[in-house]
């Protein structure tokens, strides 16, 4: 099973641009790479999906160099009630969504 | 409507009752899951029905027993648990199964307290 490594924790100011990398060595050939957002006592939230190069939505982008062996999520402007913590995560086939240990984001004012 | 909905969303129980947590999706979802998750841990992975099947049972006790009745509700059924098994459970869905491409929908999670 593909395993991820990201930063335990970040911390950062408003209105930056926050960039959290994971890495995924072992990545199969079918793993999505996906992220998630999670507040306290609230459940994840997805973020944005991505299998190469690089994708863009309403509130991320994701890039994905051409060996896929890692990902960053780029949170652009962040604000305060961006603080949460950020898992990134495999789907593929075998049903088995596994989490990491995440990166708690810490925005300061 | 992308709405995992749980219930309830926080339960205190005894360590010789038994009670039940429910989950329920209208999005068409064919794969439904049982996360814990402890505090300041990610969430793991308990079962997973897909089609309404039991396809992963990652290795969890028998005081936890996980029913699917229809393709829309998914119970998880608690019995004779321990003060250690307080966390938030997590239901989610997904169109298909974990595949490539698919997107997890997650519920508010079902605060659990045994004492």
């Known amino acids: 099973l593909a395993k991820t490594t990201q930063p335990i924790s970040m911390d950062s100011y408003e209105g930056q641009e926050v960039n959290i990398t994971c890495s995924h060595n072992?990545?199969?050939?079918?793993?999505?790479i996906t992220w998630y957002q999670q507040f306290p006592s609230q459940g994840p939230r997805f973020i944005i999906q991505g299998y190469k190069t690089k994708v863009t939505n309403e509130v991320a982008s994701l890039f994905i160099p051409a060996d896929r062996k890692s990902s960053t999520l780029s949170l652009p402007r962040v604000s305060l009630s961006d603080t949460a913590v950020y898992y990134c995560?495999?789907?593929?086939?075998?049903?088995?969504?596994?989490f990491g240990k995440g990166t708690r984001l810490h925005i300061l004012p | 409507d992308t709405e995992v909905t749980q219930t309830p969303k926080h339960l205190v129980m005894g360590m010789t009752n038994k009670k039940s947590l429910k989950c329920e999706q209208h999005?068409?979802?064919?794969?439904m899951y049982w996360y814990k998750q402890k505090a300041k841990k990610p969430p793991e992975l308990m079962f997973v029905?897909?089609?309404?099947?039991?396809?992963i049972n990652e290795s969890v006790p028998s005081r936890f027993s996980p029913e699917c009745p229809n393709s829309s509700l998914l119970n998880l059924h608690l019995h004779a648990l321990q003060p250690e098994d307080s966390a938030l459970y997590l239901c989610a869905s997904s169109p298909w199964g974990a595949s490539s491409g698919n997107t997890i929908y997650f519920g508010e999670g079902s605060w659990l307290t045994v004492v």
């Open positions: 029905y897909s089609y309404e099947k039991l396809s």
């Open positions: 995560l495999f789907l593929n086939r075998d049903d088995k969504i596994i």
């Open positions: 999005m068409g979802h064919r794969a």
């Open positions: 072992n990545i199969a050939t079918n793993d999505y």
